[in-house]
C-alpha cells in the first residue's frame, strides 16, 4: 500500500475537508472566514481523491485492480449525486426556515430576484435565508467529513505483507488446478 493511502493519511485528509467546512458554519458572513475555509475544504478533497482511490485499488487481489478502481469510482460518483441532494433539502430547510415555506420555493428556485425586488424587507430576508440555509450546508458538510475520518479509521486496515502475499497465489493455484 502506498504511504498516501494509509488509513491515518487518508482519515486525516478527510479531517482536512470537514475542518475547512466548519470554519465556514459559524454565521460569520466575511471574507476573512469564508475564504480560507473554501480554501481549506478544497485542499482536502484534492489530497483525499488520490490516496482514496489508491486505498480502494490496493484492498483487491492485484488481478481485480481494474474492478477496485471502478467500484471506488462508482461509489465517488454515488456521493456526489447523494451529498448534492442531502445539501440541497437541507439548504431548502434552511430556507423554509428564515423565509417560511411561501418563500423558500421561489428562493431555491432561481426566482430570487423576483422576491428582491418586493422590497427592502423581503431582500434582508432573502439574504438572512441564503446565509442560514449555506450556515446549515457547512455544518452538515462538516459533520459528513468528519464522520468519514473517524469511519476510514474505524473500519479501512491496512494490508498485511502476508495477506497480500495469500492473495496473490489464489488465483496462480486456481489457475494450476484448473490445468491439471
Do not use: N, W
Amino acid at each position: 500500500m502506498a504511504p498516501s493511502s494509509r488509513p491515518a493519511h487518508v482519515s486525516g485528509r478527510a479531517g482536512v475537508c470537514g475542518a475547512g467546512a466548519s470554519v465556514e458554519a459559524p454565521e460569520l458572513a466575511s471574507e476573512t472566514v469564508e475564504v480560507p475555509g473554501l480554501i481549506l475544504t478544497g485542499v482536502g478533497a484534492g489530497l483525499v481523491l488520490g490516496p482514496l482511490s489508491a486505498a480502494a485499488m490496493a484492498a483487491v487481489p492485484p488481478a481485480a485492480v481494474g474492478h477496485g478502481g471502478r467500484c471506488g469510482h462508482t461509489f465517488r460518483q454515488l456521493g456526489y449525486a447523494l451529498g448534492v441532494a442531502v445539501l440541497g433539502q437541507v439548504f431548502h430547510a434552511g430556507l423554509e426556515r428564515t423565509a417560511g415555506s411561501g418563500l423558500a420555493g421561489p428562493l431555491s428556485s432561481g426566482h430570487a430576484g423576483a422576491v428582491i425586488a418586493r422590497g427592502a424587507g423581503q431582500a434582508h430576508l432573502a439574504h438572512q435565508a441564503f446565509a442560514h440555509g449555506l450556515d446549515l450546508i457547512f455544518t452538515v458538510a462538516a459533520i459528513f467529513g468528519l464522520v468519514a475520518a473517524v469511519v476510514v479509521i474505524a473500519f479501512v486496515r491496512k494490508r498485511t505483507p502476508a495477506s497480500a502475499a495469500t492473495q496473490e497465489q489464489k488465483p496462480s493455484l486456481a489457475s494450476a488446478s484448473q490445468t491439471s
